[in-house]
């Protein structure tokens, strides 16, 4: 059996109010290591402006410039110095932090020359021009809502009326913080291998409106003459939501995607399978099936199922990337077609500690196994607000002297799942309060649960290793 921790790059600790790709980064896989886990399990780390929600994101190959580490920017010679900024708040403050990294980060590109490093990013990397583009009309604009731009602005990929070289200024600092972002995750990647740790990343099964995807393929999507989505995703009532949930992305068309040999697919994993070593695929069932709401409606409820080819887009995906590595998120009520889609691909699925009470925890082999994730309750929450009768059987299940909520962490870690996920939230036993999220609603508290200095981060990883022993 295999473990790791589930620790979101924007939980870590750091100088400056949120984790980014600097010395404590390096300094939490150096301990992972030491306390024997093969995994780090990440959430997106691309750039939102729907609520800081890492699964509505401006673009699924952009990394987020506020993970860039200003440190290695002055070891570069592009800055002289930069002040602390929130560095031990256990919440994340992100409008703040990526108005002051912005503030840096600009100064550092006024200073860049380019180099041949640069330029050969930029050539093997086409995508970033589209996105340097994209946000430059946002910014103009002042939205990233590219169906509201000026005909000009919002039909450029198709009918190119612009002359982009007005624009070199805005359009190359966007370029160069991409080029920072993915010089520093491309040597902290390569640092977390050599330690002989694999990263999990993460990828939304669907893409943002607001999106440069979008933006730039329009007939990859469910859209009206005006670029409006016709039919928007989301999941009928279940576990997290007696109405369901409105998400509000747009449905794909997979008419086109598939005559179009999934293109759009096959760039996007390919692109995911440079960056991490194992991909998870949230919303995995949506390959097979998926809840069509009509964008005119205000509710969940109003959707009916659909079905996509997921056989076909599968085969093409193996053919033209060959080996890559997926987690099929396939949690919630599925049909046993979406299971025999997962398992005629070998893929490894999800299942949580939270959800298993009743269905009983066996079947575990070939599986991720996770205490809860970063959409559940913590444990010690959870534990907290059980019912007597459930606490005592947990307690019959686990039989162990230890607190309840470090007894099923210490009963994952020692189960038979091939792969075992602890969040660094349950190995540090907080209580709801700092919950990552809660699905379905857009509050100040989402995703903002940070690990507020870098002891803490090794008392809980140091916990993982102790729990998985027995100790």
Same mark, same amino acid.
């Given at each position: 059996?295999?473990?790791?921790v589930?620790?979101?790059?924007?939980?870590?600790?750091? #100088?400056?109010?949120?984790?980014d790709?600097?010395?404590?980064?390096?300094?939490?896989?150096?301990?992972? !290591?030491?306390?024997?886990?093969?995994?780090?399990?990440?959430?997106?780390?691309?750039f939102?402006?729907?609520?800081?929600?890492?699964?509505?994101?401006?673009?699924?190959?952009?990394?987020?410039?506020?993970?860039?580490?200003?440190?290695?920017?002055?070891?570069?010679?592009?800055?002289?110095?930069?002040?602390?900024?929130?560095?031990?708040?256990s919440?994340?403050?992100?409008? #703040?932090?990526?108005?002051?990294?912005?503030?840096?980060?600009?100064?550092?590109?006024?200073?860049f020359?380019? &180099?041949?490093?640069?330029? $050969?990013?930029?050539?093997?990397?086409?995508?970033v021009?589209?996105?340097?583009? $994209?946000?430059?009309?946002?910014?103009?604009?002042g939205?990233?809502?590219?169906?509201?731009?000026?005909?000009?602005?919002?039909?450029?990929?198709?009918?190119?009326?612009?002359?982009?070289?007005?624009y070199?200024?805005?359009?190359?600092?966007?370029?160069?913080?991409?080029?920072?972002?993915?010089?520093?995750?491309?040597?902290?990647? =390569?640092?977390?291998?050599?330690?002989?740790?694999?990263?999990?990343?993460?990828?939304?099964?669907y893409?943002?409106?607001?999106?440069?995807?979008?933006?730039?393929?329009?007939?990859?999507?469910?859209?009206?003459?005006?670029?409006?989505?016709?039919?928007?995703?989301? /999941?009928p009532?279940?576990y997290?939501?007696?109405?369901?949930?409105?998400w509000?992305?747009?449905?794909?068309d997979?008419?086109?995607?598939? &005559?179009?040999?999934?293109?759009?697919?096959?760039?996007?994993?390919?692109?995911?399978?440079?960056?991490?070593?194992?991909?998870?695929?949230?919303?995995?069932?949506?390959?097979?099936?998926?809840w069509d709401?009509?964008? !005119?409606?205000t509710?969940?409820?109003?959707?009916?199922?659909?079905?996509?080819?997921?056989?076909e887009?599968?085969?093409?995906?193996?053919?033209?990337?060959?080996?890559?590595?997926?987690v099929?998120?396939?949690?919630?009520?599925?049909?046993?077609?979406?299971?025999?889609?997962?398992?005629?691909?070998?893929?490894k699925?999800? =299942?949580?500690?939270?959800?298993?009470?009743?269905?009983?925890?066996?079947?575990?082999?070939?599986?991720?196994?996770?205490?809860g994730?970063?959409?559940?309750? %913590?444990? =010690?929450?959870?534990?907290?607000?059980?019912?007597?009768? %459930?606490?005592?059987?947990?307690?019959?299940?686990?039989?162990?002297?230890?607190?309840?909520?470090?007894?099923?962490?210490?009963?994952?870690?020692n189960?038979?799942a091939?792969?075992?996920?602890?969040?660094?939230?349950?190995?540090?036993?907080?209580?709801?309060?700092?919950?990552f999220? /809660?699905?379905?609603? /857009? &509050?100040d %508290?989402?995703?903002?649960?940070?690990?507020?200095?870098?002891?803490? !981060? =090794?008392?809980?990883?140091?916990?993982f !290793?102790?729990?998985?022993?027995?100790?």
């Amino acid at each position: 059996m295999k473990a790791g921790v589930l620790f979101p790059l924007s939980s870590f600790p750091s #100088k400056y109010g949120i984790g980014d790709l600097g010395k404590n980064a390096y300094s939490i896989v150096e301990t992972l !290591a030491e306390n024997g886990a093969q995994y780090l399990q990440i959430l997106p780390f691309h750039f939102s402006t729907q609520a800081n929600s890492p699964y509505r994101s401006v673009s699924t190959f952009a990394g987020d410039e506020i993970y860039i580490d200003l440190e290695k920017l002055i070891e570069m010679g592009l800055l002289e110095s930069v002040p602390e900024y929130y560095p031990e708040s256990s919440i994340v403050y992100y409008d #703040k932090i990526r108005e002051f990294k912005h503030k840096y980060l600009l100064k550092a590109y006024k200073k860049f020359r380019g &180099n041949d490093e640069y330029h $050969y990013f930029l050539e093997k990397c086409p995508w970033v021009v589209d996105y340097a583009v $994209y946000c430059t009309f946002a910014a103009i604009n002042g939205s990233y809502d590219w169906s509201s731009w000026p005909d000009e602005f919002k039909y450029y990929p198709k009918l190119q009326q612009i002359n982009l070289s007005e624009y070199d200024e805005e359009i190359g600092y966007y370029q160069f913080v991409q080029y920072i972002f993915y010089l520093q995750w491309f040597t902290f990647k =390569k640092y977390t291998n050599e330690l002989g740790i694999k990263i999990i990343g993460d990828m939304p099964f669907y893409v943002d409106h607001g999106s440069v995807e979008v933006w730039l393929d329009n007939e990859s999507f469910l859209l009206d003459d005006l670029g409006h989505p016709t039919d928007v995703a989301g /999941v009928p009532p279940d576990y997290f939501s007696a109405t369901g949930q409105y998400w509000g992305n747009p449905i794909y068309d997979w008419n086109h995607l598939q &005559n179009n040999d999934f293109k759009f697919w096959v760039d996007r994993i390919g692109w995911a399978s440079k960056i991490f070593d194992i991909t998870r695929i949230d919303h995995f069932r949506a390959f097979d099936s998926y809840w069509d709401i009509p964008a !005119a409606s205000t509710s969940a409820i109003d959707g009916t199922w659909k079905y996509a080819p997921g056989y076909e887009l599968f085969d093409c995906l193996y053919e033209k990337l060959g080996d890559i590595e997926l987690v099929a998120e396939d949690l919630g009520y599925l049909r046993a077609e979406v299971i025999e889609l997962k398992n005629h691909y070998h893929l490894k699925g999800m =299942k949580v500690f939270q959800f298993m009470l009743d269905e009983g925890f066996e079947n575990l082999d070939n599986n991720y196994f996770y205490s809860g994730t970063h959409d559940n309750e %913590t444990i =010690k929450g959870w534990v907290d607000g059980l019912d007597q009768q %459930t606490y005592d059987r947990l307690v019959e299940l686990v039989k162990s002297p230890l607190p309840l909520n470090l007894a099923i962490i210490q009963y994952c870690l020692n189960s038979n799942a091939s792969d075992v996920i602890i969040p660094i939230w349950d190995l540090l036993e907080v209580n709801n309060n700092q919950r990552f999220n /809660v699905p379905g609603e /857009v &509050n100040d %508290t989402n995703w903002t649960y940070r690990v507020s200095n870098l002891e803490m !981060a =090794k008392k809980g990883i140091e916990l993982f !290793a102790k729990l998985r022993k027995g100790d």
